[in-house]
């Protein structure tokens, strides 16, 4: 299935499924990615139900090569965004993150909690952040060697495989390489906010 990929002054998003009145859905991302990772599982799924269903690119796309990418974004930068997209919007959508996706949601819900019609969490980062998550990686120190290359440089992810970690052993080889395709580099400043979040 194919997605309209739709660009306004500050925001870009893939949107599909009708215009027919139903509850429209948002999927929101993680880190590392953008709206893409979406559009061959969750998109086609909800859009052959019937509903019209966006995923938002929560970073500009000129800068996902830049290096400016590590030091220009906040959260708060990516919940202004989604505003955005959710008040182009006929109706209050039910908002789904994955993921740092999943911790955008809740921000969004606490700051503006009548827009969305509901929101689903999908392993989101918890309202305290990502310490454990970081302490793992501590006594883990290639996952963390890892995830640093990968914010980096992406393309160091590219070059193989992702370890354990990043994607499961279970994931096929095409899978891999589709979401290997789409890895970019981070906020730093958004990851900083992922650690200590104010909910």
């Not at 789904?96 to 980062?125: D, E, N, R």
Request: hydrophobic letters at 40%; aromatic letters at 10%; charged letters at 15%.
């Amino acid at each position: 299935m194919d997605f309209q990929t739709l660009h306004t002054e500050n925001i870009a998003y893939l949107k599909g499924g009708p215009e027919n009145g139903q509850v429209p859905i948002v999927m929101v991302h993680g880190a590392y990615n953008d709206g893409r990772v979406w559009a061959d599982t969750f998109m086609p799924f909800f859009a052959e139900q019937g509903y019209p269903v966006y995923a938002i690119h929560l970073k500009p796309q000129e800068t996902v090569h830049k290096i400016q990418t590590l030091f220009s974004f906040t959260l708060e930068d990516y919940v202004s965004r989604l505003h955005e997209l959710v008040n182009k919007l006929d109706q209050a959508p039910i908002l789904i993150g994955h993921s740092m996706g999943g911790l955008i949601v809740q921000l969004y819900l606490s700051k503006y909690p009548s827009s969305a019609s509901g929101g689903c969490l999908l392993a989101s980062l918890a309202p305290f952040g990502m310490k454990n998550t970081i302490w793992g990686m501590v006594k883990s120190p290639r996952l963390l060697m890892m995830y640093t290359a990968l914010t980096l440089s992406p393309s160091v992810a590219r070059s193989r495989r992702p370890p354990r970690g990043l994607l499961s052993e279970q994931v096929s080889d095409e899978t891999a390489q589709k979401f290997q395709s789409i890895i970019q580099r981070e906020s730093a400043l958004a990851l900083w906010g992922c650690l200590n979040p104010e909910i």
